[in-house]
């Protein structure tokens, strides 16, 4: 990472920066129970930043009101929240971990390869596509990208999925190791923040790395694909994503 500060640090160099609320990935509570203690955090903390240079104030200002954003929520050997910001041509990577902010530029147009990049490099597991109603795999027990094995099978083929399409979803989505969230965020022609509709979620299992994906049909139905994704494929998926969003969006809404 180019810079790292704690997360003291980060907090008052953002009320230094005279920046409203933090990203909502990125807010940290604030350290110090009594006004002294807060005084001895602020004083740390300055003691910190001073050692910082110029670029570390740029970038945490580019995670505020950026045109364009993808935010990550991921459970790798613990949780890990990060933003990958743009605006114009420049960008920011920011991970935020065990108490840390690392913060890395990046070209304003690689925001979505960059979050992705975060992830473990993991090949995508066997199986196909297998889409259907949102309602029928949330029913089935399908929480949080994590299924109760066969138990989950039964509860789709009871509510008439197909089996073949019962037992890929089953081993697609049994045996979770980690997990995560893709979110999008962009900002329209006057700067008001417009948040997509759904989340590009992932999943790692032993057999490999899946996505799971929900989209609306015409008819305002709720679906869910899960397919076999590799981290390319989930960069074109977060890209489109942002595509789709920032076009819903380009101009100002009456």
Known sequence: ???VLSTAAYQVLWEQLGLPDMPTVLTVPPRGFTERDRRAVVREAQRELAGADARTAELVALLHRPSRAVDVRMYVDGPI???A?????????????????GLDPLPGGAVARAAVDLLPV?????????SLPSTILRAAGCGGGTVDGKG??????????????ARELRLMLDGVVRRGTFGVTVADELGREHRADHVVAWS???????????????????WTTVAPADNRRLVGQV??????TSATWAQPQG
Not at 85 to 101: D, I, K, S
Not at 239 to 244: E, F, K, P, S
């Open 1 to 3: 990472m180019t810079a």
């Open 81 to 83: 929240r990060a933003l």
């Open 85 to 101: 910001a743009a605006r114009g041509e420049a960008g920011v990577l920011a991970v935020l971990h065990e108490g840390q902010l």
């Open 122 to 130: 993991v090949p995508a597991g066997p199986g196909r596509s297998v």
């Open 152 to 165: 989950f099978e039964v509860a789709l083929r009871a509510q008439g999925v197909p089996a073949e399409d």
């Open 204 to 222: 790692d299992t032993e057999r490999g790395r899946y996505l799971m994906e929900d989209s609306r049909a015409m008819d305002g139905r709720g």
């Open 239 to 244: 890209q489109r994503l942002l595509t789709t």
